[in-house]
């Protein structure tokens, strides 16, 4: 059949089918029924001469005719159904169905189509799986993350409970197979470094100190003493089994995953150990992982690599400026005075929970208020993750049909070193109004789940970045103070260049092959301290692209504000504008530019500006 568009605009329409047969009488199976039932939809569909189809998604192009072949096919089921039903044969009718597609759909099945062709060039690569740092890392890879999962795992039925049991037990097996991931990429020639091994060892060595009572079993205990659907007896059993499960199978398999590591040592030479930096492979898999993460169809590396080094330049020369004036304003001769001058001058000081009150205050001016209230839960790390962890805290997205609790988890061991400022801004980065709210706005949106779960990295943190960024701006309406003021401009100009410098730093390991005495060289060109050059190319050895998530990302949605304000003037409205690039979840930055670029052009449509 033919699909004619009599627009002159690009359509997408979802084509399915609908398969149904006749029914037998339910009160005499002599007879029919004369009442349809459907038939499972299994079919194929194909362009036979114009327009195209994807993932059963059809496009036709604007005045095109597209003419498209659907094949219906019976399951063996269905076959059977009729057979036993009919003994003399009955009709099957079979409707295509093509319904358009909304924008939120749209973007959707969009998010469908990059993933899947993300996944069919990445194993199109030799040895893809191979080149990734996942198991084993500096920061307790998947020992690590199974902690926090099973932090964050609800349990809704008895059964769900039974499993968080045999996931503990099945640790005493799959832990030690990490071994033989290992000795695979050392024999692939993908070898770790003494430096991960050796983090990964003294992160396992902090979790065997506590084998007596890990802190999993306090957190499982509590979970299940909430459990309505459980009694007092079987909630006694199961906080046993997980209390034994925890001793008898997670620490084995910790054990025998700590001393087996300790074999990989001395694999990787010290000029070799830069990971994707020395694969032959391994700046294809960069280019291709970062316009994944980032969200862009074919990223163009060259202006990719000019538009850090200009950004980098601008911000962190601003920043230099302005810590000079604070210098020169307070008489400062040293970097501990500087330090304790900035901690001095705090946006607000409180217990974490307060800092959230006030934080919600902070929002109205940035976002719509939640339709729900969620109640912020704000906890800590176990002390084993919390010493080998970079992170302040971090948000952990709940299951997308929970409306209670959220949970914000702060690293203890960095609270004590960190500003009011430093806790404050993270609090907002990763609770409110970022990455808690940005998630809880989009489950509150009528979005395809998918859309919630498949969910842009950079759209995330570049949203959460600018809200720290807009932290300070904010602090300086409400304090009316000269010298309080320098404190936040400084912040604020330290805060846009923060993440640029490891980006500009990741893309030229993994991409321009810089080695450790590159990145000391560009470290001591912007006036920063050279003798950090080691200790950031063995972070970011280990995470290539990570950084451009935050770098870049905060790059763009500073852009995209600043478009937007000097496109529309007194016109623009920060907290619609901030609705409009959240409401379709946490998009890649391609689609959140061209959703910009429709927003500006509607606004100015409606205002009579020129654009």
Request: glycine share 6%; aromatic share 12%.
């Given at each position: 059949?033919?699909?004619?568009?009599?627009?002159?605009?690009?359509?997408?329409?979802?084509?399915?089918?609908?398969?149904?047969?006749?029914?037998?009488?339910?009160?005499?199976?002599?007879?029919?029924?004369?009442?349809?039932?459907?038939?499972?939809?299994?079919?194929?569909?194909?362009?036979?001469?114009?327009?195209?189809?994807?993932?059963?998604?059809?496009?036709?192009?604007?005045?095109?005719?597209?003419?498209?072949?659907?094949?219906?096919?019976?399951?063996?089921?269905?076959?059977?159904?009729?057979?036993?039903?009919?003994?003399?044969?009955?009709?099957?009718?079979?409707?295509?169905?093509?319904?358009?597609?909304?924008?939120?759909?749209?973007?959707?099945?969009?998010?469908?189509?990059?993933?899947?062709?993300?996944?069919?060039?990445?194993?199109?690569?030799?040895?893809?799986?191979?080149?990734?740092?996942?198991?084993?890392?500096?920061?307790?890879?998947y020992v690590a993350d199974f902690g926090t999962y099973m932090e964050a795992y609800h349990l809704y039925s008895e059964q769900e409970v039974k499993d968080i049991v045999s996931f503990i037990?099945?640790?005493?097996?799959?832990?030690?197979?990490?071994?033989?991931?290992?000795?695979?990429?050392?024999?692939?020639?993908?070898?770790?470094?003494?430096?991960?091994?050796?983090?990964?060892?003294?992160?396992?060595?902090?979790?065997?100190?506590?084998?007596?009572?890990?802190?999993?079993?306090?957190?499982?205990?509590?979970?299940?003493?909430?459990?309505?659907?459980?009694?007092?007896?079987?909630?006694?059993?199961?906080?046993?089994?997980?209390?034994?499960?925890?001793?008898?199978?997670?620490?084995?398999?910790?054990?025998?995953?700590?001393?087996?590591?300790?074999?990989?040592?001395?694999?990787?030479?010290?000029?070799?150990?830069?990971?994707?930096?020395?694969?032959?492979?391994?700046?294809?898999?960069?280019?291709?992982?970062?316009?994944?993460?980032?969200?862009?169809?074919?990223?163009?590396?060259?202006?990719?690599?000019?538009?850090?080094?200009?950004?980098?330049?601008?911000?962190?020369?601003?920043?230099?400026?302005?810590?000079?004036?604070?210098?020169?304003?307070?008489?400062?001769?040293?970097?501990?005075?500087?330090?304790?001058?900035?901690?001095?001058?705090?946006?607000?000081?409180?217990?974490?929970?307060?800092?959230?009150?006030?934080?919600?205050?902070?929002?109205?001016?940035?976002?719509?208020?939640?339709?729900?209230?969620?109640?912020?839960?704000?906890?800590?790390?176990?002390?084993?993750?919390?010493?080998?962890?970079?992170?302040?805290?971090?948000?952990?997205?709940?299951?997308?049909?929970?409306?209670?609790?959220?949970?914000?988890?702060?690293?203890?061991?960095?609270?004590?070193?960190?500003?009011?400022?430093?806790?404050?801004?993270?609090?907002?980065?990763?609770?409110?109004?970022?990455?808690?709210?940005?998630?809880?706005?989009?489950?509150?949106?009528?979005?395809?789940?998918?859309?919630?779960?498949?969910?842009?990295?950079?759209?995330?943190?570049?949203?959460?970045?600018?809200?720290?960024?807009?932290?300070y701006e904010y602090a300086k309406e409400i304090k009316n103070d000269e010298k309080f003021t320098m404190i936040m401009d400084y912040l604020?100009?330290?805060?846009?260049?923060?993440?640029?410098?490891?980006?500009?730093?990741?893309?030229?390991?993994?991409?321009?092959?810089?080695?450790?005495?590159?990145?000391?060289?560009?470290?001591?060109?912007?006036?920063?301290?050279?003798?950090?050059?080691?200790?950031?190319?063995?972070?970011?050895?280990?995470?290539?692209?990570?950084?451009?998530?935050?770098?870049?990302?905060?790059?763009?949605?500073?852009?995209?504000?600043?478009?937007?304000?000097?496109?529309?003037?007194?016109?623009?409205?920060?907290?619609?504008?901030?609705?409009?690039?959240?409401?379709?979840?946490?998009?890649?930055?391609?689609?959140?530019?061209?959703?910009?670029?429709?927003?500006?052009?509607?606004?100015?449509?409606?205002?009579?500006?020129?654009?």
């Open positions: 059949f033919n699909l004619v568009n009599l627009s002159n605009e690009t359509l997408n329409y979802r084509l399915s089918i609908v398969g149904m047969t006749e029914s037998v009488s339910t009160s005499d199976e002599e007879f029919v029924a004369e009442k349809s039932q459907l038939l499972t939809d299994t079919f194929k569909a194909e362009i036979i001469q114009g327009g195209t189809i994807d993932n059963n998604v059809v496009t036709v192009n604007g005045n095109g005719v597209c003419k498209i072949k659907v094949t219906y096919t019976l399951t063996d089921e269905n076959k059977k159904l009729i057979e036993d039903s009919f003994p003399y044969g009955m009709y099957v009718e079979g409707f295509v169905k093509l319904e358009d597609l909304n924008n939120y759909q749209e973007i959707a099945y969009s998010n469908i189509e990059d993933f899947l062709n993300f996944y069919i060039k990445y194993y199109d690569i030799k040895d893809a799986s191979f080149m990734n740092v996942t198991y084993v890392d500096q920061f307790g890879g037990e099945s640790t005493k097996t799959s832990f030690p197979t990490y071994l033989d991931f290992v000795q695979d990429k050392a024999d692939k020639g993908y070898g770790l470094s003494d430096v991960t091994i050796n983090a990964m060892r003294d992160y396992l060595e902090e979790v065997l100190k506590d084998k007596d009572h890990y802190y999993l079993e306090d957190v499982l205990s509590e979970k299940i003493s909430k459990l309505s659907f459980l009694t007092e007896e079987q909630k006694t059993d199961y906080k046993k089994q997980i209390s034994d499960s925890l001793k008898d199978s997670f620490m084995v398999g910790v054990q025998t995953l700590y001393d087996g590591l300790a074999d990989f040592l001395g694999t990787v030479a010290k000029e070799d150990e830069g990971y994707w930096a020395s694969y032959e492979y391994g700046k294809e898999l960069f280019e291709m992982n970062l316009e994944d993460l980032l969200g862009y169809s074919d990223i163009d590396m060259d202006e990719y690599i000019k538009t850090l080094d200009e950004e980098l330049a601008a911000t962190s020369s601003d920043a230099t400026n302005k810590q000079y004036a604070i210098i020169d304003k307070f008489n400062i001769s040293t970097y501990d005075q500087l330090e304790a001058l900035l901690k001095r001058y705090s946006i607000f000081e409180g217990t974490p929970d307060e800092m959230m009150v006030f934080l919600k205050d902070f929002a109205k001016s940035l976002v719509p208020l939640l339709s729900s209230d969620p109640d912020i839960v704000i906890k800590e790390m176990d002390e084993a993750s919390a010493k080998v962890s970079n992170a302040v805290a971090y948000y952990l997205k709940s299951p997308i049909d929970n409306t209670g609790s959220e949970y914000v988890t702060l690293n203890p061991n960095k609270l004590g070193d960190s500003s009011n400022n430093d806790v404050l801004d993270t609090l907002a980065h990763e609770g409110y109004p970022g990455h808690l709210y940005a998630y809880v706005y989009s489950k509150e949106q009528d979005l395809p789940n998918i859309s919630k779960i498949m969910s842009s990295v950079a759209h995330g943190e570049g949203w959460a970045t600018y809200v720290s960024m807009k932290l604020l100009a330290s805060h846009l260049s923060s993440y640029l410098l490891e980006c500009r730093i990741d893309v030229g390991v993994h991409y321009e092959g810089w080695a450790v005495k590159d990145v000391a060289n560009f470290l001591k060109k912007l006036g920063y301290d050279s003798n950090a050059a080691q200790e950031l190319y063995n972070l970011i050895i280990e995470i290539p692209t990570q950084y451009a998530t935050y770098g870049y990302g905060k790059y763009i949605f500073n852009k995209i504000h600043n478009e937007a304000k000097a496109t529309l003037g007194n016109y623009y409205d920060e907290v619609e504008f901030n609705a409009m690039i959240l409401s379709n979840g946490w998009v890649g930055l391609e689609t959140l530019e061209q959703m910009v670029d429709e927003y500006l052009d509607d606004k100015c449509f409606q205002y009579g500006i020129e654009r």
